[in-house]
């Protein structure tokens, strides 16, 4: 059964450092990985889909990658600013399935 | 604008009281699909539909049905809501799973309480 496990649960940093977000799962036959951002009391926001022949993807500040045979997938977001807090979830489409299969997500906060 | 929507957004409610939670989308979109969010266990697919007239079970579908009459609506329905369905639901919709446009958007939430 497919697990996704996203360390640290919870994460504060100044403003203008570089980090780094990681998800890692349990079957690396999967489909696709993708990013979400979730404000608090508000739906999700797609930010970053990785196919799973591509290595990574970029969206301005942000910089996601997929290992695939390792089960693992790093966000990464460059010069934090404070509206980048937020909660960050990375899900996984497994290969046999039609299904999502979340992390229980990372919360960041950004202090000026 | 590209939305999916829900409504309501919040709603308190007694034990067995049938409800139903509806979402819509204007993309349309192929797929769509419910989920609920609960503190220390993310989210957790309740159904899904690949089209009109087909759904299928995510990982926690008891308690709960669905419908897809039409391509745009995927309503959520709880014939005896139970204290345990009290949550956060998410309405989801994409193209599909294949190709490039899978990607999920996910509509503001509805915040249920059974009480």
Aim: charged share 20%.
């Amino acid at each position: 059964k497919q697990e996704v496990t996203q360390i640290p649960a919870a994460l504060s940093v100044p403003e203008g450092e570089n980090l780094v977000l990681n998800c890692s799962f349990t079957d690396s036959a999967i489909y696709n990985l993708q990013w979400f951002r979730q404000d608090p009391g508000k739906g999700l926001t797609s930010l970053l889909l990785i196919q799973s022949s591509q290595r990574e993807q970029t969206s301005g500040r942000l910089n996601a990658s997929l290992d695939k045979s390792s089960g693992r997938s790093t966000l990464y977001i460059a010069a934090s600013q404070p509206g980048d807090s937020a909660t960050y979830l990375c899900a996984v489409r497994p290969g046999n399935t039609d299904k999502l299969i979340f992390g229980t997500g990372t919360r960041l906060q950004v202090f000026p | 604008e590209a939305q999916v929507t829900q409504n309501p957004r919040y709603l308190i409610t007694v034990t067995g009281k049938k409800l139903t939670v509806t979402c819509s989308q204007n993309m349309n979109h192929e797929y769509m699909s419910w989920y609920r969010q609960d503190p220390g266990l993310g989210l957790r697919q309740i159904y899904y539909s690949m089209n009109v007239e087909v759904t299928d079970k995510g990982d926690v579908p008891e308690g709960y049905k669905v419908s897809r009459k039409e391509k745009r609506n995927f309503p959520l329905i709880l014939e005896s809501p139970s204290p345990n369905q009290t949550s956060l639901y998410f309405c989801a919709s994409s193209f599909g799973l294949a190709g490039l446009y899978n990607e999920q958007f996910f509509g503001p939430g509805t915040r249920l309480t059974v009480l």
